[in-house]
C-alpha cells in the first residue's frame, strides 16, 4: 500500500500536466510583454503611440492596468478612467476584485491631491495614515503607497521576528531569505511619470563608484548619485525636471551596465 501511494506521488495527471503547461505559458508570455515594453521604454526615439497600442493588445488585466496609468499620465483622464471601468466589469477572482476596488478608491484620491496641488514629498499625518491603510493588503496598490510613504520618510518595512523555537525559526528564516542577484538589473516606473519616478536596481557585483545618472535627450546630467548598496530601490521627485524623454543609466565608473529610457509629463 505504502509503495502505491509514494508511486502515485510521482505520476502526474492529465489535469496536472495542463495546468502546468499553462501556467508555463503565462509566465513565458509575461517575459515576452515585459521585455517588449522594456524595448519600448528604452528605444530613442519618442514610442508612446507603439506602447499603447501594445498594451491595449494584450488582453491582460494588469496590462491594462498600466495602459490606463500610460492615458492618466498623458493627461486623458476620461480615457484611463474608461479602462479602469472597463477592468471592473471583467470577470475578475475575489482578490482581483478587492485588488481593483484598492486601485481606484487609490486613483481617485490621486486624482484629488493633484487638483489640490499638494506636495507629495510633504503630506499631513491624516494623509499618511490614509496612504497606510492602502499597505494592508498586498497588491499594486500597496507598492504605490508605500512608495509615496518612502518619499514622505516612512519605511513600511518590518525586520522579521525570529523565535527560538527551532521549528519557528527555520520557517521564518525561508521567508525572509534575501534574493540571489544573478544578473544586473535596472527597473524605472511609473513610465510615463509626473511628480516622482521609482528606481529599482540590482548588480551582481558592488563597487564604490557604483551610481545612477539621469540625463536628457541632450545629453544633460539632471540627476547624479553615488549608491551604497548592490540593490535598492530609489524615490527620485521629477517635478522640476521639464517635460519630455530621459535616460537613467546604472554606472560603474565609466563603465555603463543598464540604461532606461522614461517619459515624463506634467
Known amino acids: 500500500m505504502r509503495n502505491q501511494i509514494n508511486q502515485g506521488l510521482t505520476v502526474i495527471s492529465a489535469k496536472e500536466q495542463m495546468e502546468l503547461d ?4 503565462k509566465r513565458e508570455r509575461n517575459l515576452a510583454i515585459n521585455q517588449a515594453v522594456q524595448l519600448l521604454a528604452s528605444d530613442t526615439i519618442d514610442r508612446t503611440t507603439d506602447m499603447i497600442d501594445f498594451l491595449a493588445n494584450t488582453g491582460d488585466v494588469q496590462y491594462e492596468y498600466r495602459l490606463a496609468e500610460t492615458y492618466d499620465a498623458l493627461g486623458d483622464t476620461e480615457q484611463a478612467n474608461a479602462i479602469l471601468t472597463n477592468i471592473g466589469n ?8 478587492q485588488a ?10 490621486m486624482q484629488t491631491w493633484e487638483l489640490e496641488n499638494k506636495n507629495l514629498s510633504a503630506l499631513s499625518e491624516s494623509d499618511i495614515e490614509t ?29 522579521p521576528v525570529y523565535f527560538p523555537d527551532e521549528v519557528e525559526q527555520e520557517l521564518r528564516i525561508a521567508q525572509y531569505t534575501e534574493e540571489e542577484i544573478s544578473e544586473d538589473k535596472l527597473f524605472v516606473y511609473p513610465n510615463p511619470a509626473k511628480d516622482y519616478v521609482i528606481i529599482e536596481y540590482a548588480t551582481i557585483e558592488f563597487s564604490k563608484e557604483l551610481s545612477i545618472i539621469i540625463t536628457d535627450l541632450n545629453g544633460q546630467i539632471v540627476y547624479n548619485k553615488q549608491l551604497g548598496y548592490p540593490q535598492d530601490e530609489l524615490v527620485i521627485i521629477t517635478d522640476r525636471f521639464p517635460t519630455g524623454q530621459y535616460f537613467c543609466t ?15 509629463v506634467h
Open 90 to 97: 471583467m470577470e475578475l477572482t475575489e482578490s482581483e476584485i
Open 131 to 159: 496612504l497606510q491603510g492602502y499597505t494592508e493588503r498586498a497588491n499594486i496598490t500597496a507598492g504605490d503607497a508605500n512608495a509615496l510613504l518612502k518619499l514622505n520618510g516612512i519605511d513600511t518595512y518590518k525586520e
Open 250 to 264: 546604472l554606472k560603474d565608473g565609466n563603465k555603463i551596465i543598464r540604461t532606461e529610457r522614461f517619459i515624463l
Open 100 to 109: 481593483h476596488t484598492d486601485y481606484r478608491s487609490f486613483w481617485q484620491l
Open 22 to 25: 499553462i501556467s508555463t505559458y
